[in-house]
C-alpha cells in the first residue's frame, strides 16, 4: 500500500502564511501528478493546486499568485506554501499522489491514486 502522510495545517489570522507537507511512502516504482484538494463544509473536494512530473503547474483562480505548490521527488513529497491567507480559505486539504506501485522485486506494478488523512486549515479575520 502507498500511503500519505500530511503536516502543516493550523489556525493563522488573516494575512499570515501556512506550509502544507504531504510524504508518500510504500512500495512505489514512480510517481506522476500530484496535487492539494480542499473541502469545505458541506461541499464537494475541490482541486486547488496540480504539479505534474514534469513540474509543470495550475492552480484555482482565487488562489492564484498567493498558494505555490512544489515538489520533492527525492522525497516523494509535495508541498503548498500558502500566503496572504484569507478567511474563505478555511477548509480541510487533502493531498492525492498518482503513481505506480513497484514489486518486490522492484519491477513496476500497477498504478495508484492516494488520499492524504486531510489537515484543518483556519484563517480567522
Known amino acids: 500500500q502507498v500511503q500519505l502522510v500530511e503536516s502543516g495545517g493550523g489556525a493563522v489570522q488573516a494575512g499570515g502564511s501556512l506550509r502544507l507537507s504531504c510524504a508518500a511512502s510504500?512500495?512505489?516504482?514512480?510517481?506522476?501528478?500530484m496535487g492539494w484538494y480542499r473541502q469545505f463544509p458541506g461541499k464537494q473536494r475541490e482541486l486547488v493546486a496540480h504539479?505534474?512530473?514534469?513540474?509543470?503547474?495550475n492552480y484555482e483562480d482565487s488562489v492564484k499568485g498567493r498558494f505555490t505548490i512544489a515538489r520533492d521527488n527525492a522525497k516523494n513529497t509535495v508541498y503548498l506554501q500558502m500566503n496572504n491567507l484569507k478567511p474563505e480559505d478555511t477548509a480541510v486539504y487533502y493531498c492525492?499522489?498518482?503513481?505506480?506501485?513497484?514489486?518486490?522485486?522492484?519491477?513496476?506494478?500497477?498504478?495508484?491514486?492516494?488520499w492524504g488523512q486531510g489537515t484543518q486549515v483556519t484563517v480567522s479575520s
Open positions: 510504500g512500495r512505489i516504482f514512480s510517481i506522476d501528478a
Open positions: 504539479i505534474t512530473s514534469g513540474g509543470t503547474t
Open positions: 492525492n499522489v498518482d503513481g505506480r506501485r513497484s514489486y518486490p522485486n522492484g519491477f513496476p506494478g500497477e498504478s495508484f491514486t492516494s
